[in-house]
């Protein structure tokens, strides 16, 4: 990189940012401490590490797993085991290292020097998937905020060009170039690069925060709909569930973060019970908080929604945990309480092993389905709907008998239950939805008792 700083398509377009592992032959490591202990004999540290690692587009050749009790602050994994991890990755010709945790800018140096090796981290490696697969204007501004949000603190390790430059002259001897008042000590190009950093993650703000109020308008304008949001581990089969349910054609594909664009269609539960289904962004274990923070305006669908459906791999080894980590992520943007049906998925492949029987035991009330086949699709739209008719109301509603655009939205949206006409009004008692009632006022309906 040039010396005189970044301009602003150098900044958007510069390769540091997305440093990706395509076709690259990758050796994972990760750290296990004593909290973090595996459970049964199933467990694979790395696993979802490896998953994360070829959706990039890296081939894995090797895994090195250290146990420590406590993590080593010059290498996190400690002298010894980065000078056997250096002999591990030379032996194995990898050209890239990728740790399953988040490692400082120094470590990551410390390793680099060690092992003649590039080294990211996980963090990393999610933002380059992300930047890969990101579509829409939105995703693109979404994953470029996150990416330069995790580089700004790093710009110290991953530049060599911090010597001092001058002003405009480039020289600070009496002899330089650019005259009086264009001389001085200058100042380093860490500093140019950080403005530089800082002013485009202003403007990234600011336009994500348009969008941001724009999908909340969007998302509250269908208060006269029941909403609902799929959520789940990444290729918990969110996706496949969603195009069964409203015969939508949302892209599928057997890897981590498949799609990362939110896409609602209407479905229908029978019995002319309709509701709008929104499939949101996939989570994994310690989703990176830049990302949670930078997609806030995708998961709206999930925050304002009146019912969540958790979506859960029931064939996988580890969907305990990663139940956990969709409950830590719902929590953390805030929509941990909001009334959830767990789905338990791809029931045809999970086999009636240990593993479901303990899922069985612990979620009773969790509803088995296989999104590919369709088996325990209609028990789910039972459920669902069943949900629906929980939240509604009973009340007397009076409106004027020409007010065609009422009645027929209560028709379609509620049960009429009886009708009393007078001579300029009617009195209808009904069942609603508690969320619409607001809209049937603003219809013009008078509510006389609830």
Known sequence: MHSAGWNERGLEENKSLQRGVEAERAVLVGLI???QAPVGTRYDPVAELASLAEGAGAEVVGRLIQRRSKVCPATYIGSGKAKALAEYVAAKEA???IFDNDLSPSQIREIEIVSKCRV??????????????????????????????????????????????????GGTTAG????????????????????????????????????????LREVKSRGDLYTIGLVGYTNAGKS????????????VADKLFATLDTRTRRCELGGGAVALLSDTVGFVRNLPHHLVASFRATLEEAIHSDLLLHVVDAASTDAAEQIRAVDRVLSE?????????????KIDV?????????????????????????????RLRRRIAERMREQYVHLTLESDTGNGKLLAYLSRHGEILGKDYGEESVRLDLRLPAAEVQRVVNLGGRVISA
């Open 33 to 35: 401490l004593p909290a």
């Open 95 to 97: 050209d890239v290292i």
């Open 333 to 345: 943007i805030g929509c941990g309480d909001r009334e959830q049906i767990v789905i338990l998925n």
């Open 240 to 251: 496949t569930l969603m195009n069964a349910l409203t015969g939508a054609d949302a892209f």
């Open 350 to 378: 999970a086999g009636d092993d240990a593993a479901l029987h303990c899922l069985r035991l612990s979620l009773p009330d969790a509803v088995e389905v296989s999104a590919k086949t369709g088996a325990g699709l209609e």
């Open 120 to 169: 990211i981290d996980r963090t990393e490696l999610i933002l380059d998937i992300f930047a890969d697969r990101a579509r829409t204007h939105s995703a693109r501004l979404q994953v470029e905020l996150a990416q330069l949000e995790y580089t700004a603190p790093r710009l110290r390790g991953m530049w060599s060009h911090l010597e001092r430059i001058a002003g405009a002259g």
């Open 176 to 215: 330089s170039v650019g005259g009086i008042g264009t001389r001085g000590p200058g100042e380093r190009q860490i500093e140019i690069d950080r403005r530089l950093v800082q002013k485009r993650v202003s403007v990234l703000r600011e336009e994500l925060a348009r969008l941001d109020r724009r999908k």
